[in-house]
């Protein structure tokens, strides 16, 4: 255990305290090591090991060079958890949607296995739970979000009970389907939360799906398939908004606006919704199936802390996603108060932005490239074909290709399942994707 601090503090002593100190500093830092209270100072540190942080080891590690970076991340596996929509439809094994956190960090990129506690930046440290103090010249925060299911009264515990499940977990997934394949007759329901989630359309996509696997195993004559969602809209862009709700019409689909899940009593098989829009009214259905997407906030780490906006995401430029007051920090990913949908999607088309941004500012210049706002939902809607929702932050469309893309399309379906986890693993975590813009001229002939 000590042979690994010592090793470790040996190596980040010339960069934690500069160059032209003596044999007698050395001598301090190892005494330090041996408290246990120093971490290191890397150039670039990032904060969290998924989508953004990875992707962002990866240019910045191009940019720096591999020894000068460092990520911080607790968990042993990272996960594509796009594919989630498909593993609880029984599409794809959920094996196929992890790896190992060894095998996604950079080569020669300093993976720091811990939590981190405290944010500093006013002194540009941060503290982890292990009681290690890192310091940093830039740090990049991709620290996701939080999922809550313990704002629903009866979760988590209701997942011990069968015929319950949620795709937005790795914990959970494999319950939707085991639901799914268990279901007899009755009420399958899906319910959308009062907060801001990741992928808003993951919530729909898995009760299209599990209408088409009604209809496959001949359960559909014996089943009440009912969308339950917080929200006044079907969708946040109109353009797909309106192919959904013919869709929903066709199929025969029920949805409920402005009903928020707040219990669940598993020994009942019941779930209680709060009418939004009149207050203290509450409706309570019965269930065969219940598919729950929980409420989600930020990182507990940003709450309250100088890094965020009064809810508690990263308080980043909307432009260049450098932080608002600290320039040497910057953000990717769910855990910013960027206004467009959370999705990995977005995250790829930031990530390049975030690369320019930060080379602008390493060299002392100003930021130059935009982000637009560009993020992507492909709406699961059967076992073969999406709608490939592409818009910006004005909700506009901005589809790569030059077709209808709110039409149904089994090519798309294609995309998601097969060529996206592709370009996730090979493009997005090696720093080389950085989203549709560039193959959108193109396919626009130079138009969009
Ligand atoms: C069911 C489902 C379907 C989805 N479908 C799509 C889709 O079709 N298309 C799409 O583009 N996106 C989709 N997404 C969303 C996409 O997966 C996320 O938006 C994306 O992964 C966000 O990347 P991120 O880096 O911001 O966060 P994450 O990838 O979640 O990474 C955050 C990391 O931070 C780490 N972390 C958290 N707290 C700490 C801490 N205190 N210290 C250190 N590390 C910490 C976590 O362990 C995690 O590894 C879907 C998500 C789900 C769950």
Request: glycine share 8%; charged share 25%.
């Amino acid at each position: 255990m000590f042979g690994t601090y010592c090793r470790h503090m040996a190596v980040s002593v010339p960069r934690a305290w500069g160059h032209g100190r003596g044999v007698l500093d050395v001598a301090r830092l190892h005494v330090r090591s041996y408290s246990g209270s120093s971490g290191g100072h890397y150039k670039v540190l990032v904060l969290g090991g998924g989508s953004g942080g990875i992707a962002m080891s990866a240019r910045m590690k191009r940019k720096v060079g591999a020894e000068n970076v460092a990520v911080v991340e607790p968990s042993e596996s990272h996960y594509y958890q796009p594919i989630w929509t498909l593993v609880g439809a029984g599409a794809k094994t959920v094996r196929s949607s992890g790896r190992t956190t060894a095998s996604v960090v950079p080569s020669g990129v300093k993976w720091i296995k811990s939590r981190v506690q405290e944010i500093n930046p006013d002194k540009s440290t941060v503290r982890t739970d292990d009681g290690k103090e890192i310091s940093y010249q830039y740090l990049i925060v991709a620290l996701g979000l939080q999922l809550h299911y313990e704002k629903i009264k009866g979760l988590p515990e209701a997942f011990e009970h069968p015929k319950i499940g949620s795709n937005y977990s790795v914990k959970t997934v494999m319950k939707t389907w085991k639901a799914l394949q268990d279901f007899k007759e009755g009420n399958a329901i899906f319910s959308f939360p009062n907060t801001p989630v990741k992928c808003a359309g993951a919530g729909q996509k898995i009760m299209y799906l599990s209408d088409a696997y009604f209809r496959k195993t001949g359960k559909r004559p014996k089943a009440n398939v009912i969308y339950n969602t917080s929200l006044p809209v079907l969708f946040g862009v109109k353009k797909y908004a309106d192919a959904l709700w013919k869709l929903v019409k066709a199929r025969d689909l029920n949805v409920n606006l402005r009903h928020n899940l707040i219990e669940v009593r598993p020994e009942k098989q019941e779930v209680v919704f709060e009418k939004l829009d009149s207050p203290g009214e509450t409706v309570v259905y019965e269930y065969e199936m219940l598919h729950v997407t929980p409420p989600m906030g930020p990182p507990e780490v940003l709450k309250g802390n100088l890094l965020a906006d009064p809810n508690g995401w990263l308080d980043v430029d909307k432009d260049n996603l450098q932080h608002k007051t600290y320039p040497n920090v910057f953000g990717i990913g769910d855990c910013t108060n960027l206004p467009t949908a959370k999705t990995a999607a977005a995250v790829a088309a930031q990530s390049s932005v975030l690369d320019r941004t930060i080379s602008k500012v390493m060299k002392k210049e100003k930021p130059d490239k935009k982000y637009d706002g560009y993020t992507s939902c492909p709406l699961v809607t059967s076992y073969n074909t999406v709608i490939l929702a592409e818009f910006d932050y004005d909700g506009q469309p901005l589809e790569t290709f030059p077709v209808d893309q709110s039409k149904e399309s089994r090519i798309m379906y294609h995309m998601k399942a097969d060529v996206m986890p592709h370009l996730y693993w090979h493009g997005l975590l090696k720093g080389l994707w950085g989203g549709p813009g560039p193959y959108r001229k193109i396919m626009h002939l130079g138009m969009k």
